[in-house]
């Protein structure tokens, strides 16, 4: 009696594997979910790698998950005193547009205009554990 399988084998799917005879080889040795990132490649880059995925599965009489990994929001800083601030616990930190930098320690641009619409006071913005 055979047990089924309750793995699933997730492969991304970037330059290095996005041809025919890989995807070929990685769907014979047991691939399930193809990944593919969206923070790289153009929209055309990835309905190529779909098409290529949806017929070679078909080709294979398999099926095939496509997982799209979409980029979350990206919030950047910009120049920072000395490239570098020190951030001690409990000090306050003000994030302001990027437009109204004054390189000031206790005042970092960021590249994320809505953010004082958006964050209630007292917002955790981030926490960084272990440092």
């Known amino acids: 009696?055979?047990?089924?399988?309750?793995?699933?084998i997730v492969a991304t799917i970037g330059p290095a594997s996005n041809s025919p005879e890989v995807i070929k080889q990685l769907i014979?040795?047991?691939?399930?979910?193809?990944?593919?990132?969206?923070s790289h490649g153009s929209y055309e880059d990835h309905a190529y790698t779909v098409s290529l995925?949806?017929?070679?599965?078909?080709?294979?009489?398999t099926s095939i998950t496509i997982l799209q990994d979409l980029q979350g929001p990206k919030i950047r800083v910009g120049q920072l005193?000395?490239?570098?601030?020190?951030?001690?616990?409990g000090a306050q930190l003000a994030l302001i547009p990027l437009a109204d930098d004054t390189?000031?320690?206790?005042?970092?641009?960021?590249?994320?205009?809505?953010?004082?619409?958006?964050?209630?006071?007292?917002?955790?913005?981030?926490?960084l554990l272990g440092y």
């Open 103 to 127: 390189h000031q320690p206790e005042k970092v641009g960021i590249d994320y205009p809505y953010l004082a619409e958006e964050a209630k006071p007292g917002t955790q913005v981030l926490e």
């Open 53 to 61: 995925l949806r017929s070679i599965s078909e080709e294979l009489n």
């Open 1 to 8: 009696m055979s047990i089924p399988h309750r793995t699933k």
């Open 81 to 89: 005193p000395d490239g570098a601030i020190t951030l001690e616990e």
């Open 28 to 38: 014979e040795a047991g691939l399930n979910v193809a990944r593919l990132n969206f």
